[in-house]
């Protein structure tokens, strides 16, 4: 099979490396894809939301499975444009992947269909958001309702600051249309978990938990990022836990996209808070997450096509999926100053003094001349499995160590806490 698979990040390098270890793949393509990406993948120059370019290079290479990887083509309708001209595609369809795209949407059918979550409200109205604020009080939590590059939230201390960040976002258009609406959230407290589960819409395969690090420095301190790091699984996610999530969270979810009319085929994304209410809903988004597929599929022992084409074909039920035994840990090494201003074209060198059973993913790299350098805010995941989490956090920083270019930053401390 000839397989195309549209991003170009550490996620669509994770994405790509297991493919290419399918027996069924004769050819696997990238648009855009990235320096490391096209190591083992034909990287084409089609831009991840150019849908009508995706089709055209899609038609001319004669792909005949195509994987949607990042949010913004999901919300743009690009797995429906192909669906339209008769290829197969893995994601979900734009009326499910609006799961992610419009808070408002998924606060609104978690309310309706029973799925915890913070207690919230919606506004368009700027005045009335600023007069809930001062009823509820603080710490409180404000949302951008669209798409904002993981950045559009805003857990406020003060009732002064989540104040200010409803002003960014409604009057200052920080976050574009994206902030045109917003949602006011209850603060919830307790551990936070990732799953990822593969759903053809009926059945539910939840993949290893994971927990990603989103502030910037150690400590969990400085500005929401992308991601910095993540482990998989997480100690917090108990077999307990892990079936209350199945019959209160994941099932519901599901269930309430098909009564919607909204079938979810693809990867749907479940961010947890632990309570002390029990599992609630952080968000959903509607796609692998990102550092999280890093570690995840390190740990994949399944072929991944054959997973994705269950998917398609709805036939999910059908596959067993294994995993490794053992942790995996994945640090990000990101550009100095990321998530703000950041140069890029640094040279990155000693890659090639990184161990072989450490796998470094690239994010925002450039190939030229066989050397790579830096084109992103996110440069590299530098990613180890090991027997336990502290072997794998190890391993994961004895990569990180061989690795250096101009102002390289990354967090000390990924899964840390864990052990
Ligand atoms: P999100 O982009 O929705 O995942 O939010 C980013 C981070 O903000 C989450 O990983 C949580 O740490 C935090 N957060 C979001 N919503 C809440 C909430 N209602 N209560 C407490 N923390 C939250
Ligand atoms: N790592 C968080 C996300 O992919 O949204």
Not at 15 to 37: M, Q, V
Not at 60 to 71: H, K, N, R, Y
Not at 281 to 303: A, C, H, K, W
């Amino acid at each position: 099979m000839k397989v195309l698979v549209v991003g170009g990040g550490g996620r669509e390098h994770a994405i790509c490396s297991t493919l290419a270890k399918s027996s069924k793949i004769e050819k696997l393509y990238c648009a855009p894809g990235n320096g490391g990406i096209s190591d083992i993948a034909e990287c084409v120059p089609v831009k991840a939301t150019d849908i009508d370019g995706m089709i055209a290079k899609v038609k001319e290479l004669g792909v005949d499975f195509v994987m949607v990887a990042p949010d913004d083509p999901l919300a743009l309708g690009m797995v429906d444009a192909f669906e339209k001209e008769g290829i197969p595609v893995f994601g979900p369809r734009q009326n499910a992947a609006i799961i992610e795209s419009s808070k408002v949407f998924s606060k609104n059918l978690m309310k309706k269909y029973g799925i915890p979550t913070a207690d919230y409200a919606t506004f368009n109205d700027i005045d009335k958001a600023l007069a809930y604020i001062d009823d509820m009080g603080a710490p409180i939590v404000v949302k951008a309702d669209g798409l904002a590059l993981g950045k559009g939230v805003v857990v406020a201390a003060t009732v002064e600051e989540a104040k200010q960040a409803v002003k960014e976002m409604m009057l200052d258009g920080k976050f574009g249309a994206s902030g045109a609406n917003v949602v006011i959230e209850e603060f919830m407290t307790g551990p936070e978990v990732t799953v990822l589960c593969f759903t053809d819409g009926k059945t539910i395969a939840p993949m290893l938990s994971s927990q990603d690090h989103k502030r910037a420095y150690d400590n969990d301190e400085g500005p929401n990022t992308g991601g910095m790091g993540a482990i998989c699984p997480t100690p917090n996610y108990t077999p307990e836990v892990a079936a209350e999530c199945m019959e209160k969270i994941f099932r519901p979810t599901i269930d309430a996209m098909n009564a919607e009319g909204r079938t979810f085929k693809g990867v749907i994304y479940f961010g947890l808070m632990i309570t002390p209410k029990g599992p609630k809903v952080i968000e959903y988004n509607s796609r692998f997450g990102d550092p999280e597929t890093q570690p995840i599929l390190t740990m994949l022992e399944t072929d991944l096509m054959d997973i994705f084409q269950a998917v398609v074909d709805e036939k999910l039920d059908e596959i067993e999926i294994k995993w490794k035994d053992g942790a995996c840990c994945c640090v990000v090494i990101a550009s100095g100053g990321y998530p703000l201003a950041y140069n890029k074209g640094c040279e990155i060198s000693g890659l090639e003094n990184v161990p072989a059973d450490i796998t470094v993913f690239h994010a925002g790299t450039e190939k030229r001349d066989g050397k790579y350098y830096t084109s992103g805010g996110r440069v590299l995941g530098v990613t180890a499995t090991g027997a336990d989490l502290a072997s794998a956090i190890g391993r994961a920083y004895e990569g990180v160590s061989a690795i250096t270019f101009e102002n390289a930053h990354y967090r000390k401390d990924i899964g840390k806490k864990f052990i």
